[in-house]
Structure formats: C-alpha cells, structure tokens
C-alpha cells in the first residue's frame, strides 16, 4: 500500500511523472522547472527522527562493507536497472521500489535485455517516484553502537522532488529500521548521496557543494539552511560520527559537482581517481584536490592514501567535459566517469561506454580488486545512455548494511627487500558478540597451498597481529585475514577471499628493461600499438622526482605525461593517442640523477 501521507503533492503534478517517458534528469533542467512553477509542490520539510541518534558510538558505514540489500527506483533505464539487478540477486536482496509493480515484474522476468531474472532475492515495493536517482535521495547505513544498532540517516534533498525525498521513510517502513533526519533545525543539513564516501572509520570526503547549499542563500525553490563549516561538521559528527570531514573544491566543468563521478573509495587506504589529458578538462582541479588530500589527510591507519588512476574517455567527438578548442573540439564533452561503480559485497558493477577505454578500465578495476567480480554495464548507447543525463550506475543504487557487520580492516603491506626477518601483520577486527578467533592465511602463489597462523589479540579484543616467515628474494606472498565471531558470523578480507587476496613481492623491484642498478623504469606499455587511452606503467626504486615525455621520433615533444614526485614502487600514467597521427613515438622516464629509460609505442 502507498505512503501517502507524509507528503501531499499537486494530483497533477503525480500524473504526469507517472506517464514519462523517462526519468527527470539528474540537475533540474528547464522543462522540469517550467512544470514545477507552474504546476507547484508541497513537500514535508520535517520526516523521520529529527534529532540526533541517542547513542555513543555512531559510525558511518563504508561501501566496501557487507551490505544486506541494495535499492533501486525503477524509474527509466529498464535495461541497466534490470541488468544491475541481475548482477546483485546472488549476493544480496535488492528492494525495487516502483510506480508499477506488476510491469516491473513482468520486465524482470521477460525476454529481453539478458533473459529473466531469478525473483527469489528481489522485494518489489509500491511508492510513487520522481526520479532514478535514489544514490542521492536514498539514507545511508549508520551504526548506533560502532557494530550494532543499525539505523538510517537521510538528509535535506537539493532537489523539488517531493515523492523522491520520502523513500528513505519508506525505507525504513518497509525494513522496520529507524530512519533518523536532518529535517529540522537547528539539525537541518541539505546534503546528497552522491556527494558523500565515508572510510568506514569516522572519515567522509565532499565537494564544496556541502558548503554552498548550507549557505543560506535563496534559490526559485527553497531557501537553503544556514550554517558555518563546524556547524555542519558538528551535524555530520552528531547523526553519523563522521569526526573528519575533507571537503574538495568543486570541479569547473562537472555540473552537479558530485564526488562519485570523478573518484571512489576503494577501502580504508585506496583512493580511484579519474585522469584527464594533461591540462584538460577538470584533470588541473581533481590533481589539486588529491594533492590536497595527500598532503592534509591520513589513512585509520595514519598513512597517506594510495591513489589509483583511472582514465575517463571522451565524447564520440573526441571532447572532454569543457570544449577543447586546442583539440579542433568546440562541443562539451559530457562525463564519462568508470569510477560512478556500486559495490555488491563480492560484486562490483561499474559503467561502461566504448570498448577500446572499457578494456584498460576493467583491467584497472581488477587488478585493484583480485577476485571480484567486475561487472560492466553499457551507460551510454542509445537509449541506455543514462551518462548523458549527468550520472550513471553509483547514481542509481544505494545499499543498506547487514544488521551485524563483522569488520576487519587492514592496511596492506608495502614491497620489501626483506629476506631474513618475518612481515608482521596487523589486523583490526570488530562485531557486536566480539570476536572469537582471527586467522592469518597466506601462501606463495594465488592458487595455494594454504598457510593458516593465529592471530594473536594484542589485550583491547579487536586489534590482532601474526607473522608471515621470511622468504627467500623473487618470492610473491598472498594473503588475507578470516575472523569469526562469537555468535558464529565468520568473514574474510579482502571479501572474496581466497580468490581474493592482498600480496607483496619480496626482493629488489624489478623492472623490465632496466639494469638493477637503475633508480626505475617501465614496464610495457598497453596497449601497444596504441589508439585510445593508453596506459604507461613505471616502476621506481624510491620516491623520486621524474619527468615522463612523448616525443615524436625526430624529437620533438608532444605531451609532457607527468612531472613531479613518484612514489616508491608501481605507478600507472596514461595519454590519449586518439589524438595522435598514426606513427612511432617514444616515451622516456627521466630520473633525478640525469639517466633516463625510453620505451616505443606506436601509433594506429
């Protein structure tokens, strides 16, 4: 039965989303504001429990972590809803929530796009809806009690959709879980979910636009709240105990600047980063931001985040978002983004656009994530183009957290030329009964054998350590952390472990091409011949100041790829050869003690 009354809307207002084509665009185009002025809506401004959650330790969930359903609005995009739903039924229940049940289910079970679905993991609920994108107006998983008391926390919505801003009350309905909301003042915070990643230990990153729309300034539809940088923080701090907040600086051409289109928490350390073309597009802006980041903020466990780069494509045009006059590219380009992905628990479902980006993409995604499954869903082709409309598969789910998560965190260990003394690993691991046993599972090769080696609690019941022997140089070490709690809840990390794993390599880096006695070098570039996005992989003995150029063959420089500092270890840069004349090109590392090391790509 439909909720209808927490919120009064114009029946006219009703009837015509209900007969769309499609769902409203992510921003609020000039159509949809025609029909809301001249139409109107009432939306209920206070919902669920409006003031702070009475308990004390609260802690905002991370994405990566067990979740029990994931939640979508069937509102448009049949096919990629169908198909995120296909890829998550067998590894959690997924809540539909739609204006029309009965076609929603005949969808999922029909012929097209992919075949039926199994309905045993699906709950189809009823409720009137204005748009796809629930990551925004969806609530987010908070622990009352750090490992228990799970509860929702839903924000102001930046945007007039009123049947939108009440799913999360439906939500917490339909689930019986507390639904808690910063509704009212002095607790009223306008907030959006895909502006929002949280580390899972009292960590979240934003855009500055946390800041403009709690500026208290007067838009055509609402006046926004009012209130100072601590004062938010203050908010944050008291529903969800966010105790650090990073805000960024909001990109130039990213027009909802939310966070989730150019960057993605992969766990507690790791950080995916969308790359731009040197100098184009927001590339200058999110590089400012990370170093921003790196320079201002640590990891749970005190450490700078690793970053992982990701190329973006461009337009079929070959533009960027920002037109590119230099390129011959006078059109905008809108944002494809490989980093707008849902995690799944052992599932993790990202966009994808043209082949010849999506393969060094996915590559990037499992190399990042061993033992994951990456799951591509085509965002951008005909009438599936949902990228168009400034969004794609983060934009369209949203997750609740399992009611006892059983969390294990770890922060992976480093390369080490260390052959004679054992690696100690650190493990923290945490659930609402306490935690019975915590293992250390190793081996040399992905495949086993197995090496089981008790954790041993360190005296506070959730921090661990055990020891992996020393091995011998040349030697790769796989492993991951099993815990089971006293209730009998057992997990791994990484999740999908033993398929998937942490590893390291002991021994002196070593780097194809490259004399041992060299600072760094390359490994092989790919793809080669090269004709899009291209990947240029280094590996440098120490943190060093570089410099890495495309040169045409009579020398001339074309790009300069990347200057600045490197840290110890692999780093992955690219270019876009799509904008290159067909030919041979080199490639050269220039080191800070004046050697150098060049690498051949050729251009088709």
Known sequence: MKMRSVITVAFAFACCLHTQAQTWPHNVGEAERNYIERVGFEPQLVRGITTPPQYDNLRAAAEWEEIEALTIAWEGFECILKQITAAAVTECNVIIFTESPSSTSNYLTGNQCGGPVPMDNIEIVDVDLNSIWIRDYGANTVYGSWNDDRILVDWMYN??????????????????????????????????????????????????????????????????????????????EEFMGIETLVTMETLPFDGIHHIDMHMKLLDESTLLVSEYPDGLSDGPQINANIDY???????????????IRIPSPPSSSGAFPGSQPELGNEIDGYYRTYSNAVFVNNTVIL????????????RIWENALPGYNIVGIDCDSGG????????????????????????????PL?????????????GYLSHRSGISTAT?????????????????DTGNGE???????????GTVVYYYISGEANSGKTGNRPMPAPEGWWNFNIGEIVIDGVEE??????SPIYPNPASAITCVPLQLRNELYVRVVLRNVMGATIEVIHQGILPQGQTKLFFDASNLASGAYVITLELEDGSTSSQNVMVK
């Open 159 to 236: 945007r007039p959709r009123p049947y939108d801003d009440v799913i999360p009350d439906e939500l917490g309905q339909y689930m019986g879980i507390d639904v808690y909301s910063t509704t009212a003042e002095p607790n009223d915070l306008m907030n959006t979910g895909g502006n929002y990643m949280s580390d899972g230990f009292g960590l979240a990153f934003e855009s500055e636009l946390i800041i403009d729309e709690n500026n208290g300034y007067t838009n055509w539809w609402t006046t926004f709240p009012n209130h100072t940088v601590v004062e938010i923080e203050n908010i944050l």
């Open 293 to 307: 980041i790196l320079s201002n903020f640590s990891t749970k466990w005190g450490t700078p985040f690793d970053v």
């Open 351 to 362: 966009p994808t656009y043209y082949e010849q980006y999506d393969t060094t993409a996915v």
């Open 384 to 411: 599936d183009n949902i990228i168009s409309q400034s969004g794609a598969i983060h934009c369209i789910t949203h997750s609740v957290g399992v009611e006892d998560p059983l969390i294990i965190s770890h922060l």
């Open 414 to 426: 480093d390369d080490t030329e260390n052959t004679t003394e054992p690696y100690t690993v650190e």
């Open 440 to 456: 250390l599972i190793y081996a040399t090769s992905p495949d086993g054998p197995w090496t089981e080696v008790v954790m041993l």
């Open 463 to 473: 921090d661990f350590t055990a020891e992996i022997p020393a091995q011998a140089s």
């Open 517 to 522: 006695n060299e600072l760094g070098g390359f």
